[in-house]
């Protein structure tokens, strides 16, 4: 499925839920029932910086496409991180680069993040779309 459906399917998923609180809540919930990474994969250069919580993001580049895990201490980053692994992962290098996770914001899951945690919240594609940069630089 092409990024730009992704991000419409998601979209129409989380606009269903009327509440900007229950949303938030579904995000947790999202991020409880993924699945988190091995005690081994948690190292510093899976590590990003600039967030509060402690946070990973594990890439993964493989016949043209990338993907993606996540790990966090901290419920709401990790459903964050893993709603933008999940977006993120089994599309190709250059479709990453071009595609920004706006549709959060139209969503109102952003506005209701603290200044920090918005911060991650870009670290965590600023993360994604650099390893999708240095896959194309292979290339």
């Known amino acids: 499925m092409a990024l730009e459906q992704k991000k419409d ?3 129409e998923e989380i606009t269903l839920i009327p509440d900007a609180y229950e949303r938030l809540g579904y995000i947790v919930d999202r991020g409880k029932k993924a699945d988190g990474l091995t005690e ?3 190292i510093d250069s899976f590590k990003i910086e600039g967030c509060m919580s402690q946070l990973w ?3 993964a580049y493989k016949e043209g496409l990338c993907s993606f895990k996540s ?3 901290s419920a709401i980053v990790k459903g964050i ?3 933008l692994c999940d977006f993120y992962s089994e599309e190709k290098p250059y479709d990453i680069q071009k595609t920004d996770a706006d549709f ?3 969503v109102g899951i ?3 993040l603290s200044p920090n945690r ?3 919240l870009s670290r965590i594609v600023e993360s994604i779309q650099r390893f999708a940069k240095s896959c194309l630089a292979e290339l």
């Open 71 to 73: 790990e966090s201490d």
């Open 110 to 112: 952003t506005q209701h």
């Open 104 to 106: 959060l914001s139209e």
């Open 57 to 59: 993001i594990v890439p």
């Open 118 to 120: 918005r911060n991650g």
């Open 40 to 42: 081994d994969l948690r």
């Open 9 to 11: 399917a998601l979209v």
């Open 81 to 83: 991180a893993s709603l």
